[in-house]
């Protein structure tokens, strides 16, 4: 019988071909706003002149974003000596790694169906650009993974990588500070008569390194938004308030959350080569068929499993990933909603990008449920259906318009 983890690697491989394709076919994928950001902050640590960016015409300390993605950027770019644009994609796949790495230590036997999710068009997306999402992401289930292991084994080195991966989040994005209210739900609520909450009875002594734990990544993150203060110039600091809320415009930012939030069923069958194709061209047609398949294999997932015995229950751990993920998004579109940011000037759009982590962290889990042990029979049926969805998936993530002139 063949690992597991070779089939984890097949899976990395592939995810591997289609980014050098994409990036191949569209150096644009260098060259975001965002990714200039990260690049030329990553250039000005690397010579040794601090987490500063040219923007405007000044050199400003970055507030931006935080360090981790750049510094990792110059980790890399250092060791290997590639330029920095280059290492940057070279971090983005080995968080990919990483991640794979920690599906196979969490789901064992089950991690090559959860792995599936990195062949969506939208993770291969994300992985192609110069973004921290996705180390961001793997920060996410090794967060998970590490409360998970302290809720039920507690040990000081799991309480230490709890600590660590908590203020990760917060280092890669400044939205990662979610992490200190996780840590304090669980410290307050675990073992308590609360629906899920009470899945983890834990001691005295854990409520208190759970408390303790928050606080430490609370200090450690307003510590760093202080010097980041400190930092700014000063045309910067007093043009951008430090508190915004704008409750202007609520209705139709509500209605961009309704209809970004239902956009991101087409996890699976988002298409960029849908923007630079031609109208009814060879290009069109087979992203147009591509995606009818795709509807007609989930709509054939969900008769199969409607035909099969009932789903068991999700274990402890893939609930407690729901439960982040949820957190995380019901956050991000609060702060949409009322434009309430403390570091720059609000929001101003909502999309794929934003959700990408809530998002992935659904599907993972749903993968991980249906492929449980217990669902064998249901599994089965539909384990077939789920590698041809993905396959089209990752078939969207190719580069059509530039390989095949479309």
């Known amino acids: 019988m063949i690992s597991p983890r070779l089939y984890l690697l097949l899976l990395f491989f592939l995810l591997v071909g289609v980014v050098a394709l994409k990036v191949a076919d569209n150096p644009a994928f260098f060259s975001t706003p965002d990714s200039r950001i990260y690049v030329d902050a990553a250039e000005h ?8 960016i040219d923007y405007k015409g000044q050199t400003l300390f970055n507030t931006f974003f935080p360090i981790a993605y750049s510094a990792l950027i110059v980790a890399f770019s250092w060791l290997t000596t590639i330029p920095v644009d280059l290492s940057a994609k070279a971090v983005n796949l080995l968080a990919i790694a990483s ?3 920690l599906f196979s230590r969490i789901f064992r036997r089950a991690a090559p169906w959860v792995g599936l999710v990195i062949l969506s068009s939208t993770f291969v997306h994300m992985a192609s650009c110069t973004w921290s999402e996705t180390a961001f992401l793997t920060t996410c289930v090794a967060f998970s993974y590490f409360l998970f292991r302290y809720l039920t084994q507690p040990t000081g080195w799991v309480l230490l990588g709890l600590f660590l991966t ?6 890669f994005r400044y939205i990662g500070l979610f992490s200190v209210g996780i840590l304090a739900l669980f410290a307050l609520l675990a073992g308590r008569p609360v629906p899920f909450f009470k899945t983890f009875p834990i001691s005295l002594r854990q409520r208190l390194w759970l408390t303790v734990t928050a606080g ?5 993150g307003v510590g760093y938004m202080w010097y980041e203060h400190l930092h700014e110039a000063p045309q910067v600091t007093a043009s951008q308030p430090f508190l915004l809320i704008r409750w202007a415009g609520f209705g139709q930012r509500l209605q961009e959350v309704l209809l970004t939030t239902a956009q991101e069923l087409l996890f699976f069958i988002r298409d960029w080569d849908s923007k630079r194709v031609a109208f009814f061209s060879a290009g069109f047609w087979t992203i147009a068929i591509t995606t009818v398949l ?3 294999i989930l709509a054939r997932i969900v008769q199969l499993l409607y035909q099969s015995p009932p ?7 893939i609930q407690l990933i729901w439960m982040i993920g949820l957190v995380y998004y019901v956050l991000i579109i609060s702060l949409y909603l009322i434009q309430f940011d403390l570091m720059q000037s609000g929001m101003y759009h909502l999309y794929y990008r934003y959700y990408f982590p809530a998002t992935t962290l659904f ?8 492929s449980q042990t217990n669902n064998q029979i249901a599994f089965a049926r539909i384990k077939g ?7 089209l998936s990752l078939f969207h993530s190719l580069p059509k318009s530039g390989l095949f002139n479309f």
Do not use: D, E, H, M
């Open 216 to 220: 430490g990544i609370f200090l450690s």
């Open 385 to 391: 259906w789920l590698i041809w969805l993905f396959a």
């Open 99 to 101: 991640l794979l790495v």
């Open 166 to 171: 908590g203020y990760g989040l917060f280092l």
């Open 311 to 317: 789903l068991k229950r999700p274990t402890p751990f």
């Open 45 to 52: 640590l690397k010579n040794g002149q601090g987490y500063y």
């Open 363 to 370: 599907v993972t889990g749903l993968l991980g449920w249906l």
């Open 294 to 296: 795709q509807f007609a």
